[in-house]
């Protein structure tokens, strides 16, 4: 039984929006790239668990905290019995081990993922003890990229290797499991421990004034789009998309990337650029939102959100 699926961390949507309208600075570049990777990854493994049929509970995305030091965890699967840990790295490509090290084939080390394991496998059996929960641990890496290879490993490292995930999946099916309510009180406690950080944190400094406004098209993400009839085109690879659809994915994005800034018709025709018409916009900002305020201080908020001031 899943407890906790598996949802898009917060950041790599902001950072997709942000991508698309700014020019993001080195680092955050890469965490994106690294973010969009791992998300492909661990929907992939999600997908594959859903299969899973024996009684057993399974988390994903937690972030939890112990002695003070934050550690996040892929996929939990707490069986009668045991717990399952498995961190998921969506690597491609051709690596290798030398003195327990990792490096790619052009030489250039990157973090011992066995090592990130072991530590976040220590700290969630210390969470365990705080919890005065006894199950024993067994912590995975798993590689699920097709195209992932790794040469000089060790066999008894606790990794599953793209080639490796079917056994494991059977191994996970073969565990006899029968949960109950003191499993399912060890979930809904680690479900309540998981901490949701802020995702605007971890983003580069942007304004306003810097982005790029326009519309972006939903399959290439290009901001070349033109308004023809009531369709909204792209330039770049010929996707058509009905205005109201357009403009609502726009303001959503206005949303995310500005969430202090108040929804206008005025602003939201400046973020739309090729909307010439303030009339299908107010048309679908009231269709979508609640209006506040009168004339020229009017402004729009979520609909759920009409209660609260
Ligand atoms: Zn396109």
Known sequence: MVIKPYQEPPLLELLRCLNQRFELPNDERQQYINLEKGQQGEQKFSELLENLTNDCLILHGLLLKCNNTLFQIDTLHIFENMIYLVDVKY??????????????????????????????VSLFRRLLQKYGANLPVEGYVLFNHPEFTLYHADPEL????????????????????????????????????????????????????QVKKGIVCASCHSLSTSLIGSRVICNGCGREEKVDNAILRSIKEFMLLFPDRKITTNTIQEWCRVIKSRNTIRRILGKHFTIKGHGNYAYYVNSDQRDDE
């Open 91 to 120: 690597y491609e490509g051709d690596y290798y081990v030398n003195s327990g090290n990792w490096y790619t084939l052009s030489k250039k080390e990157i973090h011992n993922p066995v090592l990130q394991l072991n530590r976040c």
């Open 158 to 209: 606790p990794i599953i290797l793209p080639n490796q995930i079917n056994r494991f999946m059977k191994q996970l099916h073969g565990i006899p499991s029968k949960t109950n309510d003191q499993h399912m009180r060890l979930a809904q406690k680690l479900l309540s421990d998981h901490k949701d950080e802020s995702p605007y944190t971890h983003l580069p400094e942007y304004s306003y004034e």
